[in-house]
C-alpha cells in the first residue's frame, strides 16, 4: 500500500498530463507562457481572490509573502509551534523573530487563545514588533480565521495564511457563504509539492491576494524585483522564484480532476475512517463545524507514545506506511536553538508530538482499503 498513491493518480490522468507536458516541449517554452497564465487564472477564480502569482515552492511563496510586507529584524511572527519548518524558517530567514503558538488538542491548529497570551508575553517582555500571524491549514483544515483576523486587526498585525497543506480546504460563514483556503490572509499562500492535496511533478507553489499592489510587488519580487516594464529593469532586490511551465501544465490536469471528484473522494475516504475507527480508543481527526478540509493528512492520536511506537511497528509489519507529522514542537528544532526570545510552555504540542500518527489517505484509496487499515489498527489497539 502507498501512504499517498500518486502512481495509480497518474495511470487516470496519464493521456492528458503527458499530451501537455509534450506540448510544452514541442513549444519549447518552458518559462511563463499560456500555461502559467491559464493556472493562475482558474486558481484564482476557485479560492475566489483576485490575483494568483504562481512561483517556484512554498517556502519561497512565505518568503516573498515577508519580503512584500517588509517584515525584517526588529518584527515578532507569530506562527504555530506544531507545523512543517518553513512557517518559522522563512521569517526567521527573513531577520524576524517566529514566535512559538501552542496548537487546538482537537484541529491541530493554532490556538486563538494560546495566540494572544504569546503576544501579550512578548509585548510585555521584548521589545520585538507584533508584525504578522502566519496561521497553517495543518493537514488540509483552516485554522480559525474570524478569531485569528480579530486578534490581527487589535494588533494591528498581518495575517498570512500558510495553505501549503489546506488547498480545497474551506469555511462556510454564517450567511452560508463558502469562504475557500488561500482567501483568509492579507496574503496566503499553498505549495504543490508532489504529496500535497493539489500537488505537481516536483517543486511549485503560489501566493494569492486580493490587493493590486501588493499583487504587482509580488510579480516584481519573485522576478529579480523587475519593474512593470521589463525584466531587465530592475527596481527592487527579489529573487527568482518561478513556476516552471511543465509543472502549470501537469497542474492543470490536476486541478481539474481535484475540482471534479479528487476532493471529495478523499473526504469520503476520511469519513470511513472516521466511521470504522469509532469508539476504538484512537481519537480520530476533528472538523470544525462548517468547516471542509482538504486532507492532506488523516492524523489519529493514540492514548500514548508506546502505544504509537508499537502500532507503527505493527502496521509497517503488515505492508502499511505510517507517517508521524510532527514528532518535533518546532521551538525545538535545533536550528531555532538561540533565537529563543522567552519562556513558553507549549504542553498541546509537547502531547501531540508523541501521540501523532497519519494514516495513508488519497482519493485513490478504496473502501476496502480503509477497511483493512482500520481492522488492523482495532486489532492492535483493541
Ligand atoms: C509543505 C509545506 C510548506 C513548504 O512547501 P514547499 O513547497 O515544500 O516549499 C510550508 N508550510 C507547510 C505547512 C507545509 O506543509
Known sequence: MEFRDLKQQ????????????AKVISDASFISGIYVEELEN???????????????????????????????PGDAVFVPDFTFFSTAECPAAAGAVPFFVD?????????????ERTIRKVVRETDYKPKAVIAVDLFGQPAEYE?????????????????AQGFGGSIISDCNVIKR????????????????????????????????EIADLIRSLSVHGK?????????????????????????????????????????NVAMWYTNELKDTGIETPYVNKGYYSAWAQYT?????????????????????????????????????ENILEIQIENSVTESLCGRVLSLPIHPYMSRSDVKMVSDLIKCRIG
Open 10 to 21: 497518474y495511470k487516470v490522468l496519464k493521456d492528458d498530463i503527458d499530451k501537455n507536458i
Open 42 to 72: 482558474q486558481l484564482a477564480e476557485y479560492v475566489g481572490v483576485k490575483h494568483c502569482i504562481s512561483c517556484a515552492n512554498g517556502t519561497d511563496a512565505i518568503s516573498i509573502c515577508l519580503m512584500a510586507l517588509e517584515i525584517g
Open 103 to 115: 496548537v487546538k488538542e482537537d484541529t491541530f491548529n493554532i490556538d486563538p487563545i494560546a495566540l
Open 147 to 163: 478569531y485569528i483576523r480579530r486578534i490581527c486587526n487589535q494588533y494591528n498585525m498581518y495575517l498570512i495564511e500558510d495553505g
Open 181 to 212: 483556503a488561500c482567501s483568509f490572509g492579507d496574503i496566503s499562500t499553498t505549495s504543490f509539492f508532489p504529496a500535497k492535496p493539489l500537488g505537481c511533478y516536483g517543486d511549485g507553489g503560489a501566493i494569492f491576494t486580493d490587493d493590486d
Open 227 to 267: 519593474s512593470t516594464e521589463s525584466k531587465y529593469d530592475n527596481i527592487r532586490i527579489g529573487m527568482n522564484s518561478r513556476l516552471d511551465t511543465i509543472q502549470a501544465a501537469v497542474l492543470l490536469v490536476k486541478y481539474k480532476a481535484f475540482r471534479e471528484y479528487e476532493l471529495e473522494d478523499v473526504n
Open 300 to 336: 489519529i492520536k493514540t492514548p500514548c507514545s508506546k502505544d504509537r511506537e508499537l502500532l507503527q511497528k505493527y502496521l509497517k509489519e503488515q505492508g502499511i506506511p505510517t507517517m508521524i507529522y510532527y514528532n518535533k514542537a518546532l521551538r525545538n528544532q535545533k536550528a531555532f
